[in-house]
Each structure stands twice: as C-alpha cells, then as structure tokens.
C-alpha cells in the first residue's frame, strides 16, 4: 500500500488543522491505521490508531481530548483532526499502515507502511 497524507500546515496556539492520509495504491480496509510524529531532534512517536471496522481507537495521553482520528475506507483515506493545538504539537507528521492482526500498535515497528510526513507548525 502506498500513503500520501496532507494537511499540514501553520496555525496559531489553540486553532485547528485536518491532516488526511490517503491511500495510492491498495485498499486501507485491509489495514489498521496509525499517526505518529517526529519534532526535530525527538524520535518518532505515536498519536492516534484506528482500527479497520473503526470500532477501536487509541491515543497517546498528550493528544487525549484534542485530537481525533477517523477513517473514511469508502474514500480510502483516514483522517486525523486535531483541536486545541499547541506549539509542543510542532512536527512532522505520519501516517502509517499495520496488518489487522498485530495488537501492539504503539511503536513505529508496529508498523509495515509509511507516508512521506506532512509538516504541522504551531506558532505560540
């Protein structure tokens, strides 16, 4: 499967963006779905997943409340809104794919695809 994810962009403290992910080649109903990030300097880390039926979500506790994830399948493409945006939200972010098996769904490794990143800039 081959990921293009968009939406970044600048914002001010407290507004909102949309990030989209969607899928070039393959079908993400096959997949359970995930967004990281990576601010310069930091490793990657997790956000957001959702599971393919959508009936599962997960996220990090820095996002919880603020940030939410959604899947589209029959546009193929998973969404991640975020809210209430700080400048600490400044990265690049990720969409990535998993095999509907794995449990484990934290870690980069959990992951078998990836997107090019989308940067998000938040000005204080």
């Known amino acids: 499967v081959q990921l293009q994810a968009c939406g970044g962009g600048l914002v001010q403290a407290g507004g909102s963006l949309r990030l989209s992910c969607a899928a070039s080649v393959?079908?993400?109903?096959n997949y359970n779905m995930g967004w990281f990030r990576q601010a310069p300097g930091q490793e990657r880390e997790f956000v957001a997943r959702i599971v393919w039926s959508a009936d599962s979500l997960?996220?990090?506790?820095?996002?919880?409340?603020?940030?939410t994830i959604s899947r589209?399948?029959?546009k193929?493409?998973?969404?991640?809104?975020?809210?209430?945006?700080k400048p600490e939200d400044t990265?690049?972010?990720?969409?990535a794919a998993q095999e509907i098996y794995r449990i484990s769904y934290v870690r980069s490794t959990d992951y078998e695809y990836w997107g090019q990143g989308t940067l998000v800039t938040v000005s204080s």
């Open 72 to 74: 589209d399948n029959a």
């Open 26 to 29: 393959g079908n993400l109903d």
């Open 91 to 95: 990265a690049v972010y990720y969409c």
């Open 76 to 85: 193929n493409t998973v969404y991640l809104q975020m809210n209430s945006l």
């Open 58 to 67: 997960g996220y990090s506790d820095f996002v919880k409340g603020r940030f």
